[in-house]
């Protein structure tokens, strides 16, 4: 069985924080931890917990799917890439989106 890479994760964790210009003290107050916690993390000190990654991921506004998408075995590189952009989109232009899905 393959281990978890806890780095990749801590990675993605602070790069979605840091595009969506939040503070560390912003996602610990929003996540429920002190901000230490989310240092560890984020520098891959500490492994994190399952509901603290919701919590997170909640703050962050993304799925969990999402900061674990390196964990998954499936070549799913393309559909990982998609929901990548797709994160820095508006509502406005996911349902735009959603429309020329459509019809294609």
């Known amino acids: 069985m ?34 230490s916690h989310i240092s560890n993390i984020e520098n891959n000190r500490v492994k994190i917990s399952l509901p603290t990654l919701v919590n997170i991921c909640n703050a962050l506004d993304v799925t969990v799917d999402y900061i674990l998408a390196s964990e998954y075995t499936t070549d799913a590189t393309l559909d990982n890439e998609v929901i990548k952009r797709l994160h820095s989109c508006s509502d406005e232009q996911k349902n735009k989106i959603l429309k020329i899905m459509d019809i294609i």
Do not use: H
Not at 7 to 35: C, H, M, P
């Open 2 to 35: 393959k281990e978890i890479n806890f780095e990749q994760i801590s990675k993605r964790i602070k790069e979605t924080r840091t595009a969506r210009g939040l503070t560390q003290e912003y996602l610990a107050n929003a996540a429920d931890v002190n901000v």
